[in-house]
């Protein structure tokens, strides 16, 4: 972990006694790496409601406070696109459990603005995905797909999303999702069973909306952060969500030490739950840790992928060969690490005719398209 990001950390965790004496130059870093990771609002929260923090340079306060109501403007319009969404849902009479940031940043920040967010992530029933779309579309929304790279139809049969925007000055982005773990690598190697998911899930305090419950809250961010988006720009951000979490909820670790077993997803859990510890230093996640740790072995090749708290000066995991063998060490189950090999490089058929768009191509074509697929993943380095 390098210095800048020891120093947010300590900021963040309000250990001022570890914090040396700071340049300004020292402060312009971390603010760079607090911006990256999506926690720079939280940071001038931090500093500006405790007495006895370092204070800053006034050049650095100023960028700061220029950071925070940048976010205010930026989380007004979310907002206000979230609620929109939402009361168009509600009125078709389509159930909705808020993801990730919007529900993270209602149920646990002192106001929601400290939390960063991009797009707006609802869980929506597998069965009412087509009249959440057609409510959506009689505001202006219409379907947003990378069809070159992951076309609708793979989504909507196998990841489990559908993006949509609209053309309006300011609008995000919104994913309907009735997958709630996305992805290839969770469709080969975990068993999670969300119908059990949903209905353990619980209203937000003073909103007419839900969220996941506290334990399945975590090991959603905790496998989003480590396989999704391979421990990249953000891990200091799903940190903070978790500490928080264990700060304002009564976790029952046991439960969610347990399901995380059951799903397969221990490893990933692991990983980021050590940094919790590490970093925070949260003895409430010492026991749970230990009872999911990988091998010694392990440990250390994951450490090699993942030294700690990614800086800007770490190489990325987000694409490439380097990716896949990351993703590889995360797998829980020897078997499942060679079921994910085999269907990376020989991929399945339903897989293999909707990416390409195969659906009306005779059965030659579909087999030329599953010799030709490992063959392109050799030569474009795409996995």
């Known amino acids: 972990m390098s210095d800048t990001i020891k120093l947010l950390i300590d900021l963040l965790n309000r250990r001022f006694g570890d914090v040396p004496s700071m340049t300004e130059a020292d402060w312009r870093q ?159 190697t975990a068993r999670i069973d969300e119908t059990k998911i949903w209905a353990r899930s619980v209203p937000i305090e003073g909103m007419n909306m839900r ?67 590490e970093f925070f230093s949260d003895p409430k996640v010492q026991l749970p840790l230990c009872s999911i740790a990988p091998s010694r072995f392990r440990q250390r090749v994951l450490g090699w992928f993942v030294p700690g708290i990614p800086s800007s000066g770490n190489p990325k995991l987000t694409a490439g060969p380097l990716r896949f063998i990351y993703q590889l060490w995360l797998v829980d189950r020897p078997v499942d690490v060679i079921r994910l090999l085999w269907r990376g490089i020989f991929p399945d058929r339903t897989w293999l005719i909707l990416r390409y768009k195969l659906q009306d191509a005779p059965k030659w074509r579909i087999w030329l398209q599953w010799i030709w697929h490992p063959l392109r993943l050799v030569l474009r380095r795409d996995f």
Not at 268 to 277: D, E, G, K, N, Q
């Open 211 to 277: 969220r996941l419950s506290a334990e399945d809250l975590i090991l959603h961010g905790s496998v989003h952060c480590a396989v999704n988006h391979q421990m990249s720009d953000g891990v200091v951000r799903t940190i903070l969500d978790i500490v928080l979490a264990q700060r304002t909820w009564e976790i029952d670790w046991e439960v969610l030490v347990r399901r995380a077993r059951e799903w397969r997803v221990a490893t990933a859990v692991w990983l980021v739950l050590s940094l919790v510890s």
């Open 30 to 188: 971390v603010i760079v790496e607090a911006q990256r990771h999506g926690v720079a609002p939280f940071l001038w929260y931090t500093l500006h409601n405790t007495s006895d923090c370092p204070q800053p340079p006034s050049g650095i306060q100023e960028t700061l406070r220029a950071n925070y109501y940048t976010a205010v403007v930026h989380f007004m319009r979310r907002e206000h696109e979230l609620k929109e969404v939402l009361q168009t849902l509600t009125s078709a009479g389509v159930s909705v459990v808020l993801l990730k940031g919007a529900a993270v940043a209602y149920s646990l920040y002192p106001n929601p603005v400290l939390r960063t967010m991009g797009d707006v992530d609802l869980w929506i029933p597998h069965t009412q995905i087509v009249p959440a779309r057609q409510a959506l579309h009689t505001i202006g929304y219409t379907i947003h797909s990378q069809e070159d790279h992951r076309p609708q139809a793979l989504k909507d049969v196998l990841a489990g999303e559908t993006q949509m925007m609209r053309n309006r000055p300011g609008a995000g982005l919104v994913e309907l999702h009735w997958n709630v773990y996305p992805g290839e690598w969770l469709r080969h």
